[in-house]
């Protein structure tokens, strides 16, 4: 994930409608599925896209309070949250109208797509990225589609080769958007329909069995099915990583994720951070995938100097595609130096935003013993705990 503090990419996620199909009791956004809503597994979603975006939601005026806390939590920092309008097309236009200066892509995604993994938002910026133009995902039609009257009768078939069925996140140059919702003369049911309406281009990419909408409740049914339930409980499995670095007295030290000033750096191909490298480890032994050398490498030019961050972000995009979500993670710091104990809320705070899962962290000494305690490096090492969904 690359972290900027100005963002090129903004997400207005949708979270305004009532779902009346769907038959709960409150807003479809914020219907619960497996101990978290539909609406903080959207934003999760978000967060654990490669390069951080600029987070919109748009939600029920009266819950936006409510909105602004389950997504702040879910993002791993605040985010902009604003009341919808009577539709879904007014709704996005007052996210849009929140959009940062900086930003030149704008995704809209339905917070009912809830199960949306993180590499479907991904792929659509790289795909607007390289199109230049607007993109959305769809998948293929496999059902015989029939054209019919108001009573059931049969007037053609359709040919399913041209048809997609198509989701969310949609991606396009923010010019566009803006220029397709400011020239709108009628409602539409999604974005690309008013970009089109302009005679603008939009491609088709494939998108995700896992990016379906719950509308209703069968559709909620599906999505717990997949996610499992306490009858047949995800599977539970620990990893751990370990991650030791001398210090270089001529680079800067960068640890748990934090810059800590006037402190030697750690030697290292990255930036050395012993503490997200020992978590990328634990991470991916967990789920079988490898470990940090085989999945990056020493010898790849992109990632001479890297933050932990960059790391961390991308093993969390390969174990969720690979089935599994992020229980917590622990891990012990050991060295003289820095002092930790200041700094500890402030990277547990970073390090749970970025896995989307809590993160604890300590740090001991070696009482003078060991290359640690002569002050010549540091070591950590970290637990995690995934679990393993269904294919989620």
Known sequence: MTLNAVPRVSVIVVAAGSGTRLGAEVPKAFAALRG???????????????????????????LVAEATALASAAFGEAVTVVAGGETRQRSVALGLAEVADTVSIVLVHD??????????FDAVVDEVDARGHGVIPGLPVSDTIKLVDAAGDIHETVDRSVLSAVQTPQGFPRADLVAAYAAATSDETDDAGL??????????IPGRELAFKVTTPADLSRAELILGDSAAPALPR????????????????????????????????SDGDAVAHAITDALLSA?????IGSVFGTSDPRFVGAHGEVFLTETRRR????????????????????????????????????????????????????????????????????????GY
């Open 195 to 204: 970009v089109t309406a302009l005679g603008l281009e939009v491609s088709v």
């Open 111 to 120: 917070a009912a797509r809830a199960l949306t993994p993180s590499s479907l």
């Open 36 to 62: 978290s809503t539909l609406l903080e597994r959207s934003v999760h979603a978000a967060a654990g896209m490669r390069e951080r975006p600029q987070l919109i939601v748009v939600a029920p005026a009266p």
């Open 287 to 291: 789920c079988s995938l490898g470990d």
């Open 319 to 390: 174990i969720e595609e690979a089935g599994f979500r992020i229980g917590n993670v622990s891990v012990q710091v050991i060295g003289n130096r820095p002092k930790f104990s200041p700094r500890r809320e402030e990277a547990e705070a970073l390090l749970t935003g970025i896995l989307g899962a809590p993160v604890s962290l300590s740090a001991t000494t070696t009482d003078g013993l060991g290359f640690t305690g002569r002050g010549e490096g540091i070591a950590a090492i970290a637990t995690a705990l995934v679990f393993y969904s269904q």
């Open 238 to 269: 620990i990893g751990i990583g370990t991650d030791t670095h001398g210090f270089d007295h001529s680079a800067e030290l960068w640890l748990a994720g934090l810059q800590w000033p006037d402190e030697d750096g750690l030697a290292g191909h």
